[in-house]
């Protein structure tokens, strides 16, 4: 289930991308700038940073487990406190996403567990269409359920 993001200002931007590891850099840099914009900071925003950093392991995994030739939907849901950073695809192999129990010296398998430290809330979820959806709730202070 998605997070709530209800609030009085509420506002929505989205692009596809090529599932390409050659669409990486450009998917970074239009996040980033994205949150830039909506923060209102030129430069170095911890909020651009963390979405940056999240909206990449997504992607990553897009690209890695998607569809060969596909695409990728990238969505930005901002409110007053917080981003929900989504990334959507059609997957090529099967099976839920998952944090993975991983070797110190495994190159990769650690994404979601970053996701997971970094993030209000996460998780993912299939749509109809049957793409998978990964999703990330970011704020922009301090985590209002962690009293």
């Known amino acids: ?6 609030t009085d200002s509420v506002t929505s931007v989205e692009k596809s991308f090529a599932a390409v590891s050659a669409s990486s850099a450009a998917v970074r840099r239009w996040v980033k ?7 209102g900071h030129e430069s170095g925003h911890p909020a651009a940073e963390t979405a940056e950093l999240v ?3 997504y992607f990553s ?3 890695r487990h998607g569809v060969e030739g596909g695409t990728a939907e990238i969505r930005l849901t901002f409110t007053d406190v ?5 990334v959507s695809n059609e997957t090529a192999t099967g099976g839920d996403p998952a944090p993975a129990d991983i070797d110190e010296l495994a ?15 996460s998780g ?8 998978r959806r990964a ?4 704020g922009f202070g301090e985590d209002p359920g962690a009293a």
């Open 124 to 131: 993912w979820e299939r749509g109809e269409d049957g793409k």
């Open 107 to 121: 190159e990769n398998g650690r994404g979601l567990g970053i996701v997971e430290a970094v993030a209000w809330d």
């Open 82 to 86: 917080s981003v929900l950073v989504e």
């Open 33 to 39: 700038d994205e949150v830039r914009a909506k923060v």
């Open 135 to 138: 999703w990330a709730l970011l």
């Open 61 to 63: 995994n897009a690209v």
């Open 55 to 57: 909206v990449s392991e």
């Open 1 to 6: 289930m998605t997070p709530s993001t209800a």
